[in-house]
Structure formats: C-alpha cells, structure tokens
C-alpha cells in the first residue's frame, strides 16, 4: 500500500520556467491537497479538492495553479517559477474535509529550489 | 480565523523522560478537531494523535497522549519515556467548521525535540 506518491523528490529549476508536481494516493480518499513548507513558517495550504472536480484556493495560491485529474490524482503547477517558490512541497490526502476528525495523510514531499 | 501557536521552536530531553510540547490554538468554532504530526529528518510528515473538542477524555497513543484544556484553548502533547527515535519536528493542527462546510487543516510553526542518550 503505497499511499500518496509524490514525484518529483527533488527539483530544480531556473527563475521563469514551469513545472508540474505530480501527487497519487491509492486509498481512495475524497479530498487532496498541496501544502508548501518553509522554515520557521510551518505548513501552509497551497490549494486544496475537496472532491473529484472541485478545487479551491487556500492560503498561499498566488503563482500555481491546480488539476484534479480524477479522484486518484492531484498536480500542482508552477507556470513561471520564482525564487519564491524555493520551498519542500506537501501533497496530502484525507476521507474528506467534511468532517472534522479525519487525519491528512501525507506524501514524502517535493524539495524545488528556483535559481 | 483560525490560529495555532506552538511557542517552543525548540527542546530538549533526556532519554526515558517525559516532555511536555506546547500548543495553542485560536478558534471561534464550537467543534473542531486538533492534531500532532512528527517530521523527522527524513522529511515525511507522520500523523501522531487527534483530539476532537467534544471528546470528554484527553487522547491517548501509546506513548503519546494529548493534556487537551478546553477553557485554555491548549493542547499540549505530551511524550513519555522519550527514545532517540523521538528526535524531531513535531506539529500541531488544527481543523474546524467552516463557512463552507470543508474544514482544511492549519498548522502551527512547529518544535523541534532533540533526545539526548
């Protein structure tokens, strides 16, 4: 049971250029999301899909942008990178948000440096 | 709007002691949910223990348990006989009814334990 894959582990890119972070859980959870994590700041929500077809901004959205591809897979895209965005990415997935108790599970994460 | 305040950025503890690490949240919900995840260094982020605002007792996980004080708006996780393999990022969070009816998680800032032999 792999749970939720994240892929790349590790990036980099050059001030301007794109990428797509590619995230994959196998327990058939409703709701997914991105989190960004940098020092001193704790995790922040990116965006998140509360179901198959459905996503929404969080706290941070400015610069990426989000695809439900189906209910296993959820992506992240950074369409110009800046050096910003340098950060460990977190795609997570939980039963769903509609209730109060259920536990993210999380991917290993995506460390993206932009130079 | 929701908060949580972890004000320990760091501690330390011997091996087999208990540590207290702290955690304070701000909400004007009347029900949500409060959680600990454990980052070691390898990075993955590993969900601990939750507390749910109506549960009557504190929460408890093997060695872990959860000092939830309602009135205080606290929710300490507490650590019993502290092992190496404790080291680590520890973070509180916390999930409460919104607007919209989906409760995304917030995070505290973090504390990071270092268990000495």
């Known amino acids: 049971n792999a749970g939720v894959t994240q892929t790349p582990k590790f990036q980099v890119l050059k001030t301007g250029q794109s990428m797509t972070l590619q995230c994959a859980q196998d327990m058939n959870h409703n709701s997914m999301y991105w989190y960004r994590q940098d020092p001193g700041m704790g995790l922040r929500l990116i965006y998140y899909s509360a179901s198959e077809g459905t996503t929404d901004k969080g706290e941070v959205p400015n610069g990426y942008n989000v695809s439900r591809l189906n209910k296993r897979e959820f992506s992240l895209r950074l369409e110009s990178a800046a050096p910003s965005q340098t950060s460990v990415y977190f795609c997570?997935?939980?039963?769903?948000?509609?209730?109060?108790?259920?536990?993210?599970?999380f991917g290993n994460g995506t460390r993206l440096t932009v130079t | 709007a929701q908060k949580i305040t972890q004000t320990q950025p760091g501690m330390f503890v011997q091996e087999k002691e208990a540590v207290t690490l702290d955690c304070t949240y701000d909400t004007s919900d009347p029900s949500y949910g409060l959680f600990w995840y454990k980052q070691p260094s390898s990075g993955e982020m590993i969900f601990l223990i939750y507390?749910?605002?109506?549960?009557?007792q504190n929460a408890t996980e093997g060695r872990y348990s959860l000092n939830f004080q309602k009135a205080r708006k606290s929710a300490n996780l507490v650590i019993s006989a502290s092992q190496l393999g404790d080291s680590a990022m520890y973070f509180c969070?916390?999930?409460?009814?919104?607007?919209?009816?989906?409760?995304?998680?917030?995070f505290g800032t973090g504390t990071r334990l270092l268990v000495s032999p």
């Open positions: 997570a997935s939980s039963d769903g948000g509609w209730t109060y108790n259920s536990p993210l599970h």
């Open positions: 969070a916390m999930r409460s009814e919104m607007n919209t009816g989906f409760q995304k998680l917030v």
């Open positions: 507390q749910g605002s109506y549960d009557q």
